[in-house]
Structures are given as structure tokens and as C-alpha cells.
């Protein structure tokens, strides 16, 4: 049976490194998240925004009549906000409808994870988008 009597030198070095490698991987696993948390916030708000428009846009909506226009623009609304869930309560919608074509504008903040101070990765703060859709027309 053998002890050690004295320590040897290298004992104990590996801990610094270790805790940088801690940290760092902590941190890529953080932004990552944030980067797929973004990525699905912008494909609910192209999904759904698409869908506004083209039910604004439809040839059941009688675009002759300003209060039927009003009033799929009114329905579309509540539906994309029910779609966008949270996000679409500070979600800015504009519309803008033309005999030919419906544009809908959305601007929402990316929702975040809750990290203080690593909330929100450089370019990833808000989520723009205009969607143009022709209107249906009965030929």
C-alpha cells in the first residue's frame, strides 16, 4: 500500500480551466437559444402575417365596399394577434389596402429568455416584415 506523501505540482491546475470552459459553453448554449428562440419568432410572424394578408386580400371580401374591407382587415387583425400570442400584444400592425393590392406591416419585438443582460443578441431586437398580396379578382 502506497501513499503519497507529498502533493504533487500539478495538482489542482485544471481548475481555472475548467471553470472558463464552463462558462464559455454556458454562454454559446445561452445564445444559441436566444438564436433559435428568435429564428421561431420570426417564422411565426411570416406565417401568420402572410395569412392576414391574404384573407384581406381574398375575392370573398367585396373590395367595392369600404366597410367589408374594414371588416376583414378588423377580423384578419384579431386572428394574426391570436396567432402571434404574446408577441402580438406589442405587436404594430399597418395596413394598406388599394384596389390591387393589400400590404400589411408587423413590427414586434423578439420575445427574449428572461437572461438579464444577454436578453436580446446583437441584431436580433425587433422583427420586421411587409407582406404585398395582389387581390383576387373573379375572372
Do not use: C, K
Request: without cysteine.
Amino acid at each position: 500500500m502506497t501513499s503519497r506523501a507529498h502533493a504533487s505540482a500539478e495538482d489542482g491546475t485544471g481548475l481555472v480551466g475548467s471553470l472558463a470552459t464552463v462558462v464559455v459553453f454556458v454562454s454559446l448554449l445561452l445564445f444559441a437559444a436566444h438564436v433559435l428562440v428568435a429564428l421561431y419568432a420570426r417564422s411565426v410572424v411570416s406565417a401568420a402575417g402572410f395569412d392576414a394578408a391574404r384573407s384581406v386580400a381574398s375575392r370573398e371580401v367585396d373590395h367595392g365596399d369600404p366597410v367589408a374591407v374594414a371588416a376583414a382587415q378588423q377580423q384578419a387583425d384579431v386572428q394574426l394577434r391570436r396567432l402571434l400570442g404574446r408577441m402580438g400584444d406589442r405587436a404594430q400592425v399597418s395596413w394598406q389596402v388599394d384596389p390591387d393590392v393589400v400590404e400589411l406591416r408587423i413590427e414586434v419585438p423578439v420575445p427574449g429568455l428572461g437572461v438579464p443582460g444577454l436578453d436580446r443578441p446583437l441584431g436580433l431586437e425587433e422583427i420586421e416584415r411587409v407582406f404585398t398580396v395582389r387581390v383576387e379578382d373573379v375572372r
